[in-house]
């Protein structure tokens, strides 16, 4: 079930956010792949914690509290992304002693940035897989077995085209560099309005 989310669903919807955070920051090959890495690590923590809240609360009362946060997540986690790709569309051209120590901390430093950018897409409401943890907590006959499932439904998720693409993502900046270092600037540039753009829709959904 975890491969053919991570081929379908999760590809969808994480896919145009994540590629565009890769191909932006102007990895290569090996720090791509770490950053689908860390990127998953963190979806897999927030699958391990739904996993037991629905079967520590169940079904209806989780869905109950994700409704009351939902809009909250939208917000902040939109707001999270627009800043990313406001951050990588100004580069290191930026006056402001603020904004410098953010980007350091968020685009040259990105393993927290990352790990937070995989909590908040884990975070988003997706009723499939609302529908997949109910089946878990049906299913489980502990609580640690409840962990155990979506534990191994996320490293399902790992097996998706999402690495694949992701490594292309990182070698297609370097190509354009190579090529002419403007064709570089501007890739990364639609990258980050593309970010800009897919984060003003979250923030949008919260509202």
Avoid at 83 to 89: H, N, P, V
Avoid at 145 to 164: C, E, Q, R, V
Wanted: charged share 10%; with cysteine; glycine share 10%.
């Amino acid at each position: 079930m975890g491969v053919s989310f991570g081929a379908g669903p999760c590809l969808a919807s994480c896919g145009p956010l994540f590629l565009s955070y890769i191909s932006g920051s102007g990895k290569n090959i090996t720090k791509s792949l770490v950053s689908y890495l860390i990127f998953s690590l963190a979806r897999i923590t927030v699958y391990v914690f739904l996993g037991i809240l629905v079967y520590c609360l169940g079904k209806f009362f989780t869905e109950t509290i994700f409704e009351g946060i939902s809009k909250y997540v939208f917000i902040l986690g939109g707001g999270f992304i627009v800043c990313i790709g406001m951050l990588m569309a100004l580069g290191r051209h930026m006056d402001a002693a603020v904004c410098r120590v953010v980007y350091k901390n968020l685009l040259e430093k990105d393993i927290k940035s990352i790990f937070l950018f995989g909590l908040i897409i884990g975070l988003l409401p997706c009723a499939p897989l609302f529908a997949l943890f109910s089946y878990v907590a049906l299913i489980s006959k502990s609580f640690t077995l409840s962990a155990i499932y979506a534990f191994s439904f996320g490293l399902g998720t790992l097996l998706s085209p999402l690495a694949l693409l992701a490594v292309f993502a990182g070698v297609i900046p370097r190509a354009l560099l190579k090529i002419k270092p403007l064709f570089s600037r501007i890739f990364n540039l639609v990258c980050a309005a593309v970010l800009i753009f897919l984060g003003i829709q979250l923030v949008r959904r919260g509202f």
